[in-house]
């Protein structure tokens, strides 16, 4: 089975999910949390293979801008065209994701407040990883 954690962005949402996802932890140290790989790298389209599970699940991330559900379509459709048949789900993330995260990456790449922001960013998954955490258990739960 394929795992695809998505979000606008894929970039901070997904891959912490799909780290959550490979590695048993209830919550991510501040050291760590910058090395989760793709994080903060925004490549819309780009499908990233970020490791497999513990059952053998290939998992990956992908930033979907509004277009998650066209996506969604074409790589089932491609699928069947090419008579590939393997089972793939799709889980959305960006409901983890920050409102004006847009606007955070601009000034983090411009090397404004990037100390501030990365502690912004870094707290402001500290808030909510109990959630994330619960979100990636349900998911591993049913596959």
Known sequence: ??????????????????????????????????????????DYGQMRFIGKDNNQNEVF??????????????????MEVFKIKEDIIFIDTSHYDVIFFKVLMNLRGKK?????????????YLMRHKNIKRFVERYKKIL
């Open 61 to 78: 991330i992908i930033g979907m801008k509004n277009f998650s559900e066209n996506i969604k379509k074409t790589l089932y459709d491609l």
């Open 112 to 124: 404004i407040l990037t100390q501030t922001i990365d502690n912004f960013l870094y707290n402001y």
């Open 1 to 42: 089975m394929k795992v695809v954690y998505y979000s606008y962005y894929g970039c901070y949402s997904s891959p912490i999910c799909a780290y959550l996802h490979l590695n048993d932890k209830s919550k991510i140290e501040k050291e760590e949390f910058f090395k989760i790989p793709f994080l903060f790298q925004v």
